[in-house]
Structure formats: structure tokens, C-alpha cells
């Protein structure tokens, strides 16, 4: 079907990702110049056969063909020169076109379409691209029960956060993106950058699956998890605002879909950015079969991690690579432990293919049935030596699915970490795969994490046009004395989140629960007596109602739900003695924080306005939340 109207405000582009709908037959996309084409017909309305023409509903000023043999495509078809307006300054999809200018509409031929995004333009940092499928329409309005303060594309699948960096003057955080549907498929880089930490901007899709994928419906894989790390021209990894280019480094995967393990590969590749946009060619820098035990590393090898290591006056040294895999620890017939398997480089630079296995960095035989440490962090913070790693597969004695592990201790001279403290990066059921990255500007220093939010419990409905994954907020991390890792949201999503003031005051004297309009808001409990009790969230629907409640007694907090997916799972936060709780709730995305410790969880809820209900006891800020 046609996509709605839409005009170009100053881009030279339109990106296009579409899959073939009949294999025998010839497919393509087609744009036309239109004063008033109806939104939805279809390429069999529009008449479309042959190449650019005339209809009834418009003109056909460009036709892209989908190439012999390819089921999906991503195609850059440049819109008529003609069609760009100078100084434009309207780039929200929901906004109405500017009358003058000439519009346009996407017709497929035999093909659906994913995404659509205009692009090609200078600033295209600053403006970002704009969606033109999909996009709101009356029939789906796509932002029911959608977060607003917590990022997500536009919409389709996507996870894992990559590339997490600071890059001459902007945040990057590159994604885990099916730009084709609601569920994981062949994995692209989605990407968005902020000034913030807190305000994103869409930009163009940075790296598609290999060439092959778009070819054969029966291989998946793609452009999987990794790093970016900003280096200088010399190639060695410097300060963002110093940086000349961005080199990520990151695994390209292919496995047939049927799970035929023997065709499955991975390996790890390096690609760099002068535009912070656009990537050059990728050269492979660590193979699978790199490896020195007797096949090589498991199947399970991705995910590369890349960090510099610096001397005492803070020069870069070397550069570590962590792969998530799993390696045997008592002999190759014992079952294998998952792991971190190590590369270093010889010098400070990363741009070379000098990376050489020095062993792993983190053996972990302590969960059971965990077949990898999937998207690992390997570094060094207040003066501590840390590792983390999601527990692949792991269910722990709670009944959490795949909870994020970290290690604290000190690496011996092969990398190898002594684990003296270990603990979850987050102790919920919403997050994986995080990410870390060091914040080198201004003088300071700040090792920021980013997690993913995923659906292991089914609780998000699917739409036509909705969104499958959100990211966490933004955390800082620091080591305690006690050798345990914390965690808080940065200082940023306290400036700039929190909104109008809803209530201030002891809870004994609050007169009733709290409405908030738009269900997003920021709750702050002190003064918390022995056995403090709060509901977060409680949905009535068909009859029937669904609760989450946060106890906090001497020596726990914990959260708890009745009537949802998640009854039964016991979401301890491993906090002796909460003096504080935050509570950070957007549209059912729960992140609650005691005492260092946190857990994020997903509820189901997609009304309008929410509702504080007031606790048994302590103090209580209410605040709403704003991007």
C-alpha cells in the first residue's frame, strides 16, 4: 500500500528497507509526485506497471527495482532536485507539510515496506532523519502505551544497545534493529545520537546484515553486538571532542533459520567513521577459529567489547577485545564454563589486525546451563577491575531469566579476573545485553551503562505499526569500599527529566493517591519506616486487575506482582538496609533504585494517566516526567 503523503524539507533521499512479497514475480518501489493520492491504496489502485509515468493520482518521477534474486532491499532513491526547500526547519513526522512545497508518496510494487526515513542532508546530525513510514495515522495512532522518556525507534524490533560512545560533542548509542518487524530477524544498527544523554535524534540506519542475507530466506544473522571507541589519526583511542574518527568493532553472524548449527559463524570485524554516519569498508580482525583450544572457540562467539588501557601519566598502553563464548576449564571433555575470551593489542593503536589471544578474561561455572557471557564489559574503575557479562540461557534460584552478572577483583598478567565480589548489574527481568562505555570530557571521567529492555514475559502487545524494545536510562557507575558495583541514573536525567512537582510531603498526611497525567513519573521515598509498603502500578482490565507492589522491611526490597506474567519471581534487590528508593515508571517500564542496587521491570499498562498510590509510610516526592 501507498505510504501517506509527505514532503521533503530540505533532504535530497529517501531510504527505503522492503521485502518482496511474490518471489517470481518483479518488484519495486516507486516514488510519485502527488496532489492527493489516498493514503493506503494499493500499487494494484495506482495502476503502476511499467516504468516512470503518468496516472490518475500522480506522477511517477522515480522507479527502483528490487535486484534479481533479493527478497529484501535497502534502497536510496534521491528525490528530484527540485523538491528542496531552503532553510527548512520542520523535521517532525507528525507535523503538517508546508503547503508550498511539492509532496510525494512511496508506492511498492510486489513489496512491503519496513521503514521509510528521508536523509541526505549536510546537517544531518543536527536534523536527524524524518520517518515517512510508518507514521501515525487515525486507524493506528502508534503511541499507545509507548514510552516518553525512555528511547525506542520508531518502531519494529530492537535490542541491544551498541557502539555506546562520546563523539565530538554528541552521544552515540547505536542499536540491535529489525527495521522488517515486531520480532528479531536479520540484524541491522540502528542509530541515534544526543547532546544530552536524555534527547535522541534518529539518524540513518549505520550497518546493514551482509549482502547475502537479503538474498536467501533461509540464512539469518547480520551485523551483531559490539563497540566504538574514538581515536585519533594515529588510529589510538583519545578523548571524544579530540577524536577524528570513530572505529567500531562488532561480529557479523550468519546461521540458517532452521538452527542448523554447522552453517552458524562469527567473527569479529572493525569498520571506522569520519562523519560519526557513515562507515567505511570492515576488515576482520578476530576469526572464530582464532582460538587455541581444540575447535577453536564455541559457536557462541560475539559481541566484541574493545576498551584502551592506560598507563600512570593516562597514555593509552594497549587495547583489550572481550568476546562473549564459553571454553572448557577441566579438560576438553568437561563441560565448557562461559566466558570472556581475551585479545590485546601490541600498542596503542586499534586500527591494526594485531590482535593476539592472551586467554580469557572471565571463566564462570557458577550458573548452571549458562551457555555464554553475552555481550561482555571488561574494565577498570576506582581503582577496581571489573567484568560483566549476561548469563546466557541462566534462570537464577528467583526465577529470573538471563540476569546481567558482574565481577569485581583484580586481572593477573594474562587478563584472567580474581573474583573477589560478584552481584546483577540489575535485579529485575527487564535487562540485558548492557553496554558500558568511558566518558572521557572536560576534564572528568564517567563510566555510563546503558541497558536493554526486553519482553522475556510477553507482556507488551503487538501493534502494526508498534515498537518491541526501549532502552534503560542512562546509569553511572562507581565501585564501593565493599567492593560491590553501584549504580544511579546520571545527574542529566535528574536535570532534565524530572517535571512539575505532585506531591511533597510525609505519607500519612498525603490526602489520596496521585493522579498523573501522560503515566510517566519519578517517586522518591526517605524517612522509610521498618516495613514500608508501595504499590506501583495497579490496572484494572476486564474485570480482573494486575498489581506490582515494592515491600521494604528490615534486611530487603523487594518488588512483587500479582495477577501479571511475573508472579512468583522473587525481584530481591540484595540491599540490607534502603535508606532511599527511587522509582522511575514510564507507561509500564519500571526502574527502581536502593541504595546503589536496581531492577527494571516491565508491567502492563497502556492507560493515558497514571496513578501514584501514596505508601504505608515515609516521605514521599512525587515528580512528573518530561523529555
Known sequence: MATPSFSSHGYGDVEVYAERIDDDAPAAIAVMRTNGITPGRSHDDAGISGAAGAFDGGDIVAR?????????????????????????????????????????????????????????????????????????????????????????????????????????????????????????????????????????????????????????????????????????????????????????????????????????????????????????????????????????????????????????????????MAVATNLPVDGPTAPPAAAIALFRTAGPCVTRKDWTYCGPGLLDSSHPGTASLECPDYFTLDGTDVACGSLMFYTDPQGRYEPVGWYTGRFDEHGLIGIECRGYCDYGSAWYASQTFLERKAGRERRIQIGWIPDWHKIRVETPNGVNGAMTLPRELHVADDGRLTVRPVQEVYDLMLGDMLADGDCAEEPGDITVPGNAWYARLTDLADTTRMVIACVEDGGESRKMVLTRTVGSVRISTLGAATDGIDFDLAVPDAQTIEVFYDHGIVEVFADGNAATLLFADDRDDGEVVVPTAGHLTVRALRV
Not at 502508534?142 to 530492537?158: E, I, L, Y
Not at 553486538?225 to 588510529?235: T, V
Request: aromatic fraction near 12%; charged fraction near 20%.
Open 64 to 320: 527502483t527495482e528490487f535486484p534479481k534474486g533479493q527478497w529484501r532491499v535497502h534502497l536510496t532513491i534521491p528525490l528530484p532536485a527540485d523538491s528542496t526547500t531552503d532553510g527548512a526547519t520542520n523535521h517532525n513526522p507528525n507535523t503538517a507539510n508546508d503547503a508550498s512545497a511539492p509532496e510525494y508518496t512511496l508506492v511498492p510494487v510486489n513489496a512491503r515496506i519496513g521503514i521509510a526515513y528521508l536523509s541526505g542532508r549536510d546537517d544531518i546530525l543536527d536534523a536527524g532523519i524524518r520517518y515517512v513510514w510508518p507514521v501515525p495515522t487515525p486507524e493506528a495512532p502508534m503511541d499507545k502505551g509507548r514510552a516518553s522518556t525512555h528511547f525506542q525507534p520508531v518502531a519494529r524490533w530492537m535490542n541491544d544497545p551498541n557502539g555506546l560512545c562520546y563523539f565530538q560533542g554528541r552521544y552515540h548509542m547505536f542499536y540491535q534493529f529489525n527495521p522488517f518487524g515486531w520480532q528479531w530477524d536479520q540484524m541491522h544498527w540502528g542509530h541515534a545520537v544526543s547532546r544530552d544523554l536524555v534527547h535522541w535524534t534518529d539518524l540513518p540506519v549505520a550497518l546493514d546484515p551482509q549482502p547475502s542475507l537479503y538474498l536467501d530466506r533461509t540464512e539469518t544473522g547480520g551485523a551483531f553486538s559490539g563497540s566504538a571507541i574514538p581515536i585519533d589519526d594515529d588510529g589510538v583511542p583519545c578523548p571524544g571532542d579530540e577524536a577524528t574518527a570513530l572505529a567500531v568493532f562488532f561480529t557479523r553472524d550468519i546461521t540458517r533459520k532452521d538452527g542448523t548449527e554447522s552453517v552458524r559463524d562469527e567473527w569479529q570485524v572493525r569498520a571506522v567513521s569520519h562523519d560519526g554516519v557513515t562507515f567505511g569498508p570492515e576488515t576482520c580482525v578476530v576469526s572464530r577459529h582464532d582460538g587455541d583450544s581444540i575447535d577453536g572457540f564455541s559457536i557462541n562467539f560475539r559481541d566484541a567489547k574493545v576498551e584502551a588501557v592506560f598507563d600512570d601519566s593516562g597514555a593509552v598502553q594497549y587495547n583489550t
